[in-house]
Structures are given as structure tokens and as C-alpha cells.
């Protein structure tokens, strides 16, 4: 059974599905493209979940290396300080303080109204700022 469909520039274009899983484009120059092999739920699971959590494969310069390099390659994916440290100037320290100073001026209020709203003391708004502290270890703007 045919199908079309028409794409962007208004053209129509003929396509059929077979039972194997092959699409045939009669349009096309010959070639077939063939649906990807069926995963067990537990084999898609952990494919989506590394996709997710590692989508560039960070560990593949560890593979072939000592165990000491394999440690600080993981520690410079783990904490991207050791990364990009070796970079950082006074001109970007000025740059990520005025950035920080400007969002600070902006969110500390902002939060203790809203823990005005909630009927919490101004303290529990300024919590999670000992988080974004913490965090600023891991990256540079």
C-alpha cells in the first residue's frame, strides 16, 4: 500500500512500508533505509540513561591509560575547576564578579519577599544561596 507525504517545498513524494521494516521511497536513488534493531526495555533503558547522564562519552580518553591518569581525567570531568583553573584571569574574575553581584541585587530581595508570601522568616530564603556558593566550583560564566 502506497503512502505520500509532502514536504517543505511542496513536493509530493510516494513511499511504502513492507512487513521486514523497509521503507522504499520509489523517488529515491535505490537506496532503503531499514528500522534499528529492537533493544530489550532494560538495554533502552540504560542506553537513554547514558545518553542523558554522559551524552559525549566523557570516559573515553581514560580507556588505554594508567590508573593515576584514568583518576585525574575523571576528576577534571567530575569538577570542571581543574579544566578550565589553568585559564582564568583577573579580567574574567572581574567579569564573573560583576555577574554575580548583579544576580545577587536582583534574587536576594526577590527571595525574601517571597518567603514574606509564604510566611517564612527572610533567613529561609537566603539558604539556598550557601548551595550557589558551593556550586561555583563547577563552572565560569
Known amino acids: 500500500m502506497g503512502h505520500s507525504i509532502t514536504d517543505e517545498a511542496g513536493r509530493r513524494s510516494e513511499y511504502s512500508l513492507k512487513s521486514r521494516g523497509v521503507i522504499e521511497n520509489p523517488n529515491s536513488d535505490g537506496r532503503n533505509v531499514e528500522w534499528p534493531p529492537r533493544k530489550s526495555l532494560p538495554a533502552e533503558i540504560a542506553q537513554t540513561a547514558k545518553e542523558i547522564f554522559f551524552p559525549d562519552d566523557p570516559l573515553r580518553p581514560c580507556k588505554g591509560q594508567p590508573r593515576s591518569k584514568q583518576l585525574l581525567l575523571f576528576l577534571r570531568y567530575l569538577f570542571p575547576i581543574f579544566e578550565w583553573s589553568r585559564g582564568y584571569n583577573l579580567t574574567k574574575f572581574k567579569g564573573d564578579a560583576i555577574a554575580g553581584l548583579t544576580i545577587a541585587s536582583l534574587c536576594i530581595p526577590q527571595d525574601i519577599a517571597y518567603a514574606k ?9 537566603l539558604c539556598k544561596y550557601t548551595a550557589l556558593l558551593t556550586t561555583t566550583i563547577d563552572g565560569t560564566s
Open 117 to 125: 508570601l509564604a510566611n517564612l522568616e527572610p533567613q529561609y530564603a
